[in-house]
């Protein structure tokens, strides 16, 4: 029986650790280090090595027209090498998946849509995602256009004075609880202001398995969910081996997206928070939300 009222209360007390950062405490040096949070920079700001990229209608591993690149210390998505678009969207994966953790990106949105796109696809200028839970992109068929995944759905402000919130949620080929019931609506809006121009953003996001799922947007909650699981549709095709409906997503692969907007990350940074629980350890840490013990270091 899994330890459902435990991890409900370590929930709330990793949100405030998350928002407020590590708390310095009397005593040893020791307990100090176990508040310290331990980022992982999963871009390193040099090059694309802890990546694999998978373009719709391309083989795993083929970067189309150089869509993702690492410039001026930056990973971007750039469209000034395609003449056409025949919704070739793209997706770079992180080589690790992970299951408990904080994430966290800093974006902007830089330039025009890629002109080929076409006014169907309107609705994708200023836009990038930060997929969750995805299966290992091997398993994505060659034709596929998005991975079955959580998104949190970065959106950009038109500057046309109407609002366009971010850290939005999307699913494709997923569903989630909210307020209690299984929620179908593929595409929801968080409470976040709107970003206008090329401003930089922080999105937080927090992740317990398959129980619960928070965005945050200058530390403040502007979404939360409970209960990923593969369902419905907005991704195709799918490998019907892998998309089995009603499979709790407990972790997988987290990815950023090229879906013609230009981008730019400077940061994407995760806290693994699975590891050892036992205080007589090395690798000990207070925030952690998941035990390990194949972890522990002493």
């Known amino acids: 029986m899994r330890q459902t009222l435990v991890r409900s209360v370590a ?9 407020a950062g590590p708390v310095a405490q009397s005593g040893t040096g020791r307990q100090n280090d ?3 949070k331990e980022w992982l920079q999963l871009f390193n700001g040099r090059d694309l090595n802890d990546w694999v990229i998978k373009f719709a209608h391309h083989d795993l591993g083929e970067n189309v027209n150089e869509t993702f690149r690492v410039e001026d210390g ?3 998505v ?15 994966f992180y080589k690790q998946p992970f299951s408990y953790y904080l994430l966290a990106a800093e974006y902007r949105f830089v330039g025009e849509q890629v002109s080929a796109a076409g006014p169907e696809l309107a609705w994708a200028k200023r836009n990038n995602v930060l997929m969750l839970h995805s299966p290992d992109p091997k398993t994505m068929l060659k034709d ?6 959580i998104e949190v759905q970065l959106l950009g402000g038109l500057s046309d004075g109407k609002p366009r ?14 307020n209690g019931s299984l929620h179908t609506q593929h595409c929801t809006n968080s409470t976040s202001r709107t970003y206008d121009g090329d401003q930089w953003v922080r999105v937080e996001v927090i992740v317990h398995g398959d129980e619960r799922i928070r965005h945050m947007i200058d530390g403040q909650t502007v979404l939360e969910y409970t209960k990923p699981q593969i369902g419905g549709g907005a991704a195709s095709p799918t490998d019907p081996a892998v998309k089995v ?4 997503l407990t972790g997988g692969y987290i990815a950023l997206q090229a879906e013609t907007a230009p981008t ?17 350890a090395r690798t000990y840490k207070t925030y952690f939300v998941k035990s390990n013990a194949s972890m522990c270091r002493y």
Not at 79 to 87: E, G, M, P, V
Not at 165 to 178: D, K, R
């Open 11 to 19: 929930a709330l007390t990793l949100s405030a650790m998350a928002i």
């Open 34 to 36: 176990a508040n310290q």
């Open 74 to 76: 930056l990973l971007k």
């Open 78 to 92: 750039r469209y000034d090498k395609w003449t056409k678009f025949d919704r070739e969207f793209g997706h770079i």
């Open 144 to 149: 596929q256009d998005f991975p079955i995944s």
């Open 165 to 178: 919130s971010t850290a939005n949620l999307c699913t494709p080929g997923t569903h989630v609880v909210m």
């Open 245 to 248: 409906d009603g499979t709790p």
């Open 264 to 280: 730019d990350f400077r940061k994407v940074e995760l806290v693994n928070l699975e590891g050892c629980t036992d205080p007589k």
